[in-house]
């Protein structure tokens, strides 16, 4: 089993900016994929970004690449999501997903452990 515990949500003004952490503990040897996805209200949760662990490829949902930026540090068992010039669009519940393998890491039917999500809100 793997527990996954995020961080870093908050309350924000358009154009600011947050750093998400997830920590993973327990079996964390046989994750080899994480992710992070975001819900609004009354929607299914998307993909914002993935990355194939132990300096592997990140991919990201096109509305943010080029803005925000996964990143992995393998010492801490951790996975981080800069965040900057955030926009009111981006008010969601983020999650942070570990999968034992996938090659589709932007799907959310990939990952086979979910944190209990942090609430990002940015204010116009």
């Known amino acids: 089993q793997v527990q996954l515990v995020e961080s870093g949500g908050g309350s924000v003004q358009a154009g600011g900016s947050l750093r998400l952490s997830c920590a993973a503990s327990g079996y964390t040897s046989s994750i080899k994929t994480m992710g992070w996805f975001r819900q609004f209200p009354g929607s299914a949760r998307e993909a914002v970004g993935c990355v194939y662990l132990g300096g592997g490829s990140t991919f990201y949902r096109n509305s943010v690449k080029g803005r925000f930026t996964i990143s992995e540090d393998n010492a801490k068992n951790a996975i981080y999501l800069q965040m900057p010039i955030l926009q009111a669009e981006d008010t969601a519940m983020y999650y942070c997903?570990?999968?034992?393998?996938?090659?589709?890491?932007?799907?959310?039917?990939?990952?086979?452990?979910w944190g209990q999500g942090t609430q990002v809100t940015v204010s116009s």
């Open positions: 997903a570990a999968a034992v393998f996938t090659d589709t890491c932007l799907s959310s039917r990939a990952y086979d452990y």
